[in-house]
């Protein structure tokens, strides 16, 4: 049996912003020694704006550096629109994040998005993105699962994370590495996600949940039985220990599970 993953609760978003930049500057140091690149998967939903207020902040010194030249920046899941529609998890990451990025200081990073030409087929959308996948991890046949450095996630309401919703027979799959998603329950119904095995195979998992509209799946999530086999849960249960929740104090207002309150800095 290994560790639990970690649940963090900050007073604020700002000191929330101020633990996500350090620990996801611990994953940047960690992985350019690795292999001085630095790959991460994104998701949307309000996690973009949040990410944007940890990264762009001022340095506090000459360790405290994002190098975005050694980024490469996937999508954990996407929806099946033009790259510039107001649901496009990739115009929220550029316009919260990429756009305002200074590259002359900070380098600019390699991103992947969807490519636009295969929205007509949600599967040929998957599969597309999949084989984008393996040219950056190598071959498929010798790469069983991509693991990337780092999987910046968020929670919904329901304890779906990506677009892999609760009950959802895409839970099952554990060959591919990217899903299409046809009948999502929340708008737009057509979607891709990494899968299962991949979303819990990070070398480090952050899940990013704040305010009070999370308190009540947050403690599904840590304190039932149910709330494990939420996809949330089952990342938790299959990552122990390389997950991390970044929350603020409302969001995790009566979770019994262990709660970490000290600063990671």
């Not at 020694?33 to 996690?47: K, Q």
């Not at 996600?193 to 799946?217: C, D, N, R, W, Y």
Request: aromatic residues 8%; hydrophobic residues 40%.
């Amino acid at each position: 049996m290994g560790k639990p993953p970690n649940l963090y609760s900050f007073e604020n978003t700002t000191e929330l912003a101020k633990n996500l930049r350090a620990y996801i500057l611990a994953a940047q140091s960690e992985s350019l020694e690795r292999h001085d690149v630095f790959r991460v998967a994104v998701s949307g939903g309000s996690l973009p704006k949040q990410l944007a207020t940890a990264l762009l902040a001022e340095p506090s010194g000459p360790q405290d550096v994002i190098q975005f030249d050694k980024w490469e920046i996937f999508f954990a899941d996407e929806r099946a629109v033009p790259l510039n529609h107001e649901d496009s998890n990739y115009k929220l990451v550029k316009e919260e994040l990429l756009d305002k990025i200074d590259e002359q200081k900070m380098g600019k990073p390699m991103v992947f998005p969807i490519e636009e030409k295969y929205l007509d087929d949600i599967q040929e959308l998957a599969d597309q993105y999949e084989k984008t996948l393996v040219r950056s991890f190598a071959a498929r046949d010798s790469v069983r699962i991509p693991m990337f450095d780092l999987i910046l996630l968020g929670c919904g309401p329901d304890g779906h994370t990506c677009s892999l919703f609760p009950g959802s027979p895409l839970l099952r799959e554990t060959e591919m590495w990217v899903l299409p998603v046809e009948d999502a329950p929340k708008p737009p119904p057509r979607r891709i996600t990494l899968s299962l095995p991949i979303a819990s195979h990070g070398i480090k998992i952050a899940f990013v949940a704040t305010g009070g509209g999370k308190k009540e799946i947050l403690n599904k999530i840590f304190d039932s039985e149910e709330g494990h086999s939420l996809p949330c849960g089952i990342i938790n249960q299959f990552a122990q220990d390389r997950v991390t929740w970044f929350c603020d104090a409302i969001a995790t207002e009566g979770v019994q599970f262990p709660i970490g309150r000290e600063s990671l800095i």
